[in-house]
Nanobody
Protein backbone atom coordinates (compact mmCIF):
# COMPACT_ATOMS: atom_id res chain seq x y z
CA UNK A 1 0.00 0.00 0.00
CA UNK A 2 1.34 3.40 -0.99
CA UNK A 3 1.18 6.32 1.42
CA UNK A 4 2.08 9.96 0.94
CA UNK A 5 3.16 11.88 4.02
CA UNK A 6 3.53 15.66 3.91
CA UNK A 7 5.48 17.83 6.31
CA UNK A 8 6.69 21.40 6.64
CA UNK A 9 3.47 23.36 6.96
CA UNK A 10 2.87 25.95 9.64
CA UNK A 11 2.28 29.59 10.45
CA UNK A 12 4.45 32.20 8.75
CA UNK A 13 4.34 35.97 8.40
CA UNK A 14 3.72 37.61 5.03
CA UNK A 15 6.95 37.69 3.04
CA UNK A 16 8.26 34.62 4.80
CA UNK A 17 9.22 31.20 3.48
CA UNK A 18 8.29 27.58 4.06
CA UNK A 19 9.44 24.32 2.54
CA UNK A 20 7.00 21.47 2.15
CA UNK A 21 8.11 17.87 1.74
CA UNK A 22 6.17 14.80 0.66
CA UNK A 23 7.49 11.27 0.85
CA UNK A 24 5.85 8.36 -0.94
CA UNK A 25 6.32 5.03 0.80
CA UNK A 26 5.39 1.46 -0.06
CA UNK A 27 6.26 -0.86 -2.92
CA UNK A 28 6.71 1.56 -5.80
CA UNK A 29 8.22 0.77 -9.18
CA UNK A 30 7.95 4.27 -10.57
CA UNK A 31 6.06 7.55 -10.23
CA UNK A 32 5.22 9.45 -13.40
CA UNK A 33 4.38 12.81 -11.87
CA UNK A 34 4.32 14.47 -8.45
CA UNK A 35 2.72 17.69 -7.50
CA UNK A 36 1.16 20.00 -4.95
CA UNK A 37 -2.41 21.20 -4.80
CA UNK A 38 -4.08 23.48 -2.30
CA UNK A 39 -7.55 24.14 -1.02
CA UNK A 40 -8.57 27.28 0.81
CA UNK A 41 -11.78 27.46 2.86
CA UNK A 42 -14.80 27.75 0.58
CA UNK A 43 -12.75 27.21 -2.57
CA UNK A 44 -12.04 24.30 -4.88
CA UNK A 45 -8.80 22.41 -4.77
CA UNK A 46 -6.35 23.90 -7.28
CA UNK A 47 -3.03 22.91 -8.78
CA UNK A 48 -0.05 24.76 -7.33
CA UNK A 49 2.87 23.04 -9.04
CA UNK A 50 3.62 19.76 -10.77
CA UNK A 51 6.77 18.02 -11.97
CA UNK A 52 7.01 15.26 -14.61
CA UNK A 53 10.49 14.19 -15.49
CA UNK A 54 12.33 17.47 -15.79
CA UNK A 55 9.27 19.47 -16.75
CA UNK A 56 7.58 21.74 -14.22
CA UNK A 57 4.44 23.78 -14.37
CA UNK A 58 3.03 26.30 -11.91
CA UNK A 59 -0.15 28.15 -11.21
CA UNK A 60 0.15 31.75 -12.37
CA UNK A 61 -0.40 32.96 -8.83
CA UNK A 62 2.81 31.30 -7.56
CA UNK A 63 5.16 31.69 -10.51
CA UNK A 64 8.43 33.28 -9.46
CA UNK A 65 7.75 32.62 -5.77
CA UNK A 66 7.40 28.83 -5.48
CA UNK A 67 9.78 26.14 -6.71
CA UNK A 68 8.97 22.46 -7.02
CA UNK A 69 11.70 19.83 -7.03
CA UNK A 70 11.88 16.08 -6.82
CA UNK A 71 14.26 13.40 -5.56
CA UNK A 72 13.36 10.30 -7.54
CA UNK A 73 15.65 8.04 -5.52
CA UNK A 74 13.75 8.97 -2.37
CA UNK A 75 10.28 9.22 -3.97
CA UNK A 76 10.11 12.70 -2.48
CA UNK A 77 8.80 15.99 -3.79
CA UNK A 78 9.47 19.41 -2.31
CA UNK A 79 7.82 22.79 -2.58
CA UNK A 80 9.91 25.80 -1.65
CA UNK A 81 7.58 28.70 -1.00
CA UNK A 82 9.03 32.21 -0.80
CA UNK A 83 7.46 35.66 -0.52
CA UNK A 84 4.37 34.11 0.98
CA UNK A 85 1.12 36.08 0.90
CA UNK A 86 -2.02 35.78 3.02
CA UNK A 87 -3.82 34.45 -0.05
CA UNK A 88 -1.47 31.45 -0.03
CA UNK A 89 -3.19 30.27 3.14
CA UNK A 90 -4.68 26.83 2.47
CA UNK A 91 -4.32 23.14 3.12
CA UNK A 92 -1.62 21.87 0.77
CA UNK A 93 -1.97 18.34 -0.61
CA UNK A 94 0.68 16.20 -2.21
CA UNK A 95 -0.27 14.15 -5.25
CA UNK A 96 1.55 11.27 -6.94
CA UNK A 97 0.23 10.48 -10.40
CA UNK A 98 0.43 7.19 -12.31
CA UNK A 99 2.25 5.35 -9.55
CA UNK A 100 3.31 1.91 -10.73
CA UNK A 101 2.85 -0.73 -8.01
CA UNK A 102 2.58 -4.55 -7.97
CA UNK A 103 -1.22 -4.13 -7.96
CA UNK A 104 -1.36 -1.73 -10.89
CA UNK A 105 -1.09 1.99 -11.67
CA UNK A 106 -2.87 4.43 -9.42
CA UNK A 107 -2.96 8.03 -8.26
CA UNK A 108 -2.46 8.85 -4.59
CA UNK A 109 -3.06 11.83 -2.31
CA UNK A 110 -1.56 12.85 0.99
CA UNK A 111 -3.60 13.91 4.00
CA UNK A 112 -2.68 17.57 3.63
CA UNK A 113 -0.65 20.07 5.61
CA UNK A 114 -1.92 23.47 6.74
CA UNK A 115 -0.10 26.60 5.61
CA UNK A 116 -1.20 29.84 7.24
CA UNK A 117 0.24 33.19 6.22
CA UNK A 118 -0.67 35.87 8.72
CA UNK A 119 0.86 38.64 10.77
Amino acid sequence: QVQLVESGGGLVQPGGSLRLSCVASGTIFSIFAMGWYRQAPGKQRELVARIRGGITNYADSVKGRFTISRDNAKNTVYLQMNSLKPEDTAVYYCNAGSVSTPQGVYDYWGQGTQVTVSS
